[in-house]
């Protein structure tokens, strides 16, 4: 346990890093809608702005195999090859054939950008339950614990906070407020999984 005074200083730090990483977190999605939507008119609808992280990277893969490039790979049996391959193959691929593949170079942009906006959640997530744990104890249950159990999870860490720190006047409403929101985050998470991707943004 950290020393009591300092608890409102430490709780005040994870949300400023909570708050950094959101900042990045949505300035990357804002960039991936926007591209997004130019892929939908690149495509000529071919491509469709899905609700999930999951599901746009689905459907910018079958996007990205159905394309004439990778028909030509398999053409050549050349069935194994990473992202990077990929994209070397595309620039070649580019200048021989004088064929415009810019669609699929940027599909292939986009789902990168996928991976980029989930490691970010991740990792605010994993950030978040490792600092809160020195406040709180339990938190990394939530890990491990079955769903129907998060609610009780939930409400114990709440009523210590209050009973260890609100209570005592060691932190105000104001610091209680951050780690409602802190939890929030973490068990969100949890019980939904990545955050869906504002379609109309």
């Not at 407020?177 to 379609?199: A, H, R, S, T």
Request: a negative charge; charged letters at 30%.
């Amino acid at each position: 346990m950290n020393s009591i005074e300092n608890i409102g200083v430490e709780i005040l730090e994870i949300f400023t890093e909570k708050q950094n990483y959101d900042e990045k977190y949505n300035n990357l999605m804002f960039s991936f809608v926007t591209k997004a939507y130019e892929l939908v008119d690149l495509s000529e609808d071919l491509y469709q702005l899905e609700h999930t992280i999951k599901l746009n990277q689905i459907s910018l893969k079958d996007y990205i195999l159905n394309s004439e490039i990778c028909s030509f790979l398999k053409n050549n049996n050349i069935n194994n090859y990473s992202i990077e391959d990929l994209k070397k193959f595309m620039q070649k691929y580019e200048i021989q054939n004088i064929s415009d593949i810019t669609s699929y170079k940027l599909a292939l942009e986009l789902y990168e950008k996928l991976d980029e906006i989930k490691n970010i959640e991740n990792a605010k997530i994993d950030y978040e339950i490792n600092r809160m744990s020195n406040i709180l104890e339990d938190i990394s249950n939530v890990e491990s614990i079955d769903k129907d159990k998060y609610q009780d999870l939930y409400n114990r860490l709440l009523e210590q906070i209050k009973v260890n720190y609100l209570d005592n006047n060691l932190i105000d409403d104001k610091i209680n407020n951050c780690v409602v929101q802190i939890l929030n985050d973490i068990f969100n998470y949890y019980l939904y999984g990545n955050k869906e991707i504002p379609v109309d943004m």
